[in-house]
C-alpha cells in the first residue's frame, strides 16, 4: 500500500481532503481516532428498550473517515483515493448531506457501490440528511432516502447534535451549527399535509422525526451548517483564549448556506475560524462582507467551474466580491478547485496574479488536502495545505508553505 504522505508522527494529525467535485462539493475528513460520543445515538437510545439499544463497539482504530458531501463527478476520484490511501480495513463511519440539490448528492450512490467493489467496508453506520423535504428534490434523491431509511441508516440531525472522536493524542468534535431550531416554527407540516411525500417515499408515518416542508428556493438556507474543532486531548475544555488558554483548530462548512441562514448563526459559533468551506461556490449572497468579517477564516477553499455559468453564482463580479470579502478579512490564503478548459485555467490565473498573491487557483487537480497539527506553534494549530495533480502520482505533490516542524517533519515513502 503507498500512502500520499506520511507523518514520522501521524496519531494527532487531521486530514481535510476536497476532491475536485467538477461543480458541486466532495469533503473528506480522516480524524484520529474513533467515536466515543454521539448525540444523535444518545437520544435515540433513551427511546428504545434497553434489550433493543446498540452494544458500544469496542473496535479501535486510527482513524474515523466522515464524507460531507458527494457530487457525482468527485465520486469517480474515490476509487483512486481508496487505492493510495490505508483507509480499507475502516471503512466510512458516517455520511453528511448538507442540503438535497444534485451537486451536492448525487455521487453519494455510485460512491457506495465504488467502496464495495474495491474492498472497503459496505455498512456505512449512518447517513445524516437536512430534515427539510420539497416535493421538488429529484428522484435520486428520493432513491438514496428509500435505500438508507431501508438499511436502518438515515438519521436527521437537530441543532447541536455532535460526534466526539478522540484518541490519546487528541480530541475532536463536529457539531451541528445550523439550521437551528427557529427554521422548524416557519417550515413545520402537518403530517396529513405530508401524505404526498410519505407515499413517494414509500416511508412508513412511524418515522422517528418530523419532516418540514420548504419552498424550492429556500433549500440553501436549511443546509446543515457543521463546525469541526480539533486540538490536544486535554485542550478541547480551555476555549478561552482571553484566559491564556489554547485556541482549537476550527473549521467551518456551511453547504450553499446563503445571507438569510448565516443570520441564524449566533457569531460566536463561527468567529476567527482557521479553515472555512466557501458557500455555494463563491456566490455573493453566500458570502457577505459582515458574516466573512466575523469568520476572519486563515485559509478558504472555493469549489467552482469557470465553464459553468449559473445565474445566482456567476453573476457579473459575484465570485470577485465574494474573494475581495475574504482578502478583506485578512485570509491568508484562498484556495480554488474545480474542472476548467486550459484556456479558462491561463485566463483565470493572469487574473488571479494581477489580484492577488493569495488567491491560489489548482483547477483540474484531483485533490486539495489540509493536513492540521494541534497546537504545536504559540499554542496554535500548524495548518499545511497540499495539492496534488494526480490523486495516484505522489511524486508530484505540491506542499505549500512547508516549514521545519521538529518530530512532524514529512516524508513520502512505500509502505
Not at 477564516?297 to 475581495?324: A, H, M
Request: hydrophobic content about 30%; charged content about 30%.
Amino acid at each position: 500500500m503507498r500512502n500520499a504522505f506520511i507523518f514520522e508522527n501521524k496519531n494527532d494529525v487531521l486530514f481535510i481532503n476536497i476532491l475536485n467535485p467538477k461543480q458541486g462539493d466532495c469533503i473528506f475528513l480522516q480524524i484520529p481516532g474513533n467515536i466515543t460520543g454521539n448525540t444523535l445515538r444518545d437520544r435515540e437510545k433513551k427511546s428504545k428498550p434497553e434489550s433493543e439499544q446498540e452494544s458500544k463497539s469496542k473496535s479501535k482504530h486510527k482513524y474515523t473517515n466522515i464524507i460531507i458531501d458527494c457530487t457525482k463527478n468527485a465520486s469517480k476520484l474515490f476509487t483512486k483515493f481508496i487505492e493510495n490511501y490505508d483507509i480499507e480495513n475502516r471503512g466510512i463511519d458516517l455520511i453528511i448531506i448538507s442540503h438535497p440539490h444534485y451537486d451536492h448528492f448525487s455521487g453519494i450512490e455510485s460512491l457506495l457501490e465504488h467502496s464495495k467493489k474495491n474492498g472497503i467496508k459496505s455498512k456505512i453506520p449512518e447517513i445524516w440528511i437536512t430534515e427539510y423535504i420539497t416535493d421538488s428534490i429529484s428522484g435520486e434523491y428520493y432513491e438514496l432516502l428509500i435505500d438508507a431509511q431501508a438499511e436502518n441508516q438515515l438519521k436527521f440531525p437537530q441543532f447541536n447534535d455532535k460526534i466526539t472522536i478522540e484518541n490519546n493524542e487528541s480530541i475532536t468534535e463536529l457539531r451541528v451549527i445550523g439550521p437551528n431550531n427557529d427554521l422548524r416554527g416557519n417550515f413545520r407540516v402537518k403530517l396529513s399535509e405530508g401524505d404526498k411525500f410519505y407515499k413517494k417515499v414509500g416511508f412508513s408515518k412511524e418515522l422517528t422525526t418530523d419532516f418540514y416542508s420548504i419552498d424550492k428556493y429556500n433549500k440553501n438556507n436549511t443546509s446543515l451548517v457543521m463546525q469541526l474543532s480539533f486540538s490536544r486531548n486535554n485542550d478541547q475544555t480551555n476555549k478561552n483564549k482571553e484566559n491564556g488558554k489554547k485556541k482549537p483548530f476550527m473549521a467551518i462548512f456551511p453547504g450553499d448556506l446563503e445571507e438569510t441562514g448565516w443570520g441564524k448563526i449566533e457569531n460566536e459559533e463561527i468567529e476567527g475560524c482557521n479553515l472555512y468551506k466557501v458557500s455555494h461556490h463563491g456566490s455573493v449572497n453566500a458570502n457577505p462582507k459582515d458574516t466573512i468579517d466575523i469568520l476572519r477564516p486563515e485559509y478558504s477553499i472555493k469549489t467552482n467551474n469557470l465553464s459553468v455559468k449559473y445565474k445566482n453564482i456567476d453573476e457579473e463580479g459575484s465570485i470577485e466580491t465574494s474573494i475581495k470579502n475574504l482578502e478583506d478579512s485578512n485570509c491568508k490564503e484562498v484556495y480554488s478547485i474545480g474542472s476548467e478548459k486550459e484556456e479558462d485555467i491561463k485566463n483565470q490565473e493572469k487574473e488571479s496574479e494581477e489580484a492577488s498573491k493569495n488567491i491560489k487557483e489548482f483547477y483540474n487537480n484531483e485533490l486539495i488536502t489540509f493536513a492540521i497539527i494541534p497546537n504545536i506553534k504559540r499554542n496554535e494549530s500548524v495548518v499545511i495545505p497540499m495539492t496534488y495533480k494526480d490523486i495516484g502520482d505522489i511524486d508530484k505533490i505540491n506542499i505549500a508553505n512547508i516549514r521545519p516542524l521538529g518530530r512532524y517533519k514529512m516524508a513520502i515513502k512505500d509502505k
